[in-house]
């Protein structure tokens, strides 16, 4: 994960957490999964279980948002986050995983930023 990037969304988003990593690690597996360097004027559109510290990681990495439908909250969502990239219309489902030890907060986050996408989300073709 970039550190501009992250240093980006602690601006945004107020402080360093994991959620907010969390959030620019679904970004990150989002790009990959649809191979993108970038996601431009609503081309993706994410649903959420709900509006939390996750959410402001994806807005900052791929300009989603509330007010123009791109970011959407749904809590009866049955996986963590879904993504729909429009231009191919294809639909996948983040499902995130367990830590693989227990840890504590930093030591999370470090995790976090250093595993692979695979290594913190479950990928489900939809």
């Keep these: 994960m970039d550190n501009k990037l992250i240093e980006k969304a602690?601006?945004?988003?107020?402080?360093k957490c994991g959620g907010l990593l969390l959030?620019?690690?679904?970004?990150?597996t989002a790009l990959?999964?649809?191979?993108?360097?970038?996601?431009v004027n609503g081309e993706i559109v994410v649903t959420m279980k709900k509006k939390a510290c996750p959410a402001d990681g994806m807005t900052v990495s791929l300009g989603v948002r509330a007010d123009n439908n791109t970011l959407k909250f749904d809590e009866?969502?049955?996986?963590?986050?879904?993504?729909?990239?429009?231009?191919?219309?294809?639909?996948?489902a983040l499902r995130r995983k367990e830590a693989p030890i227990e840890?504590?907060?930093e030591d999370y986050m470090n995790y976090i930023i250093k595993a692979p996408n695979t290594?913190?989300?479950e990928i489900i073709e939809l």
Excluded: C, P, W
């Design 76 to 92: 009866g969502l049955a996986y963590d986050i879904t993504l729909f990239d429009i231009i191919e219309e294809k639909e996948v």
């Design 23 to 28: 959030g620019l690690k679904a970004a990150d």
């Design 119 to 121: 290594a913190i989300y």
């Design 32 to 39: 990959e999964i649809f191979n993108r360097q970038a996601f």
């Design 103 to 105: 840890m504590s907060n």
């Design 10 to 15: 602690v601006e945004f988003h107020g402080h």
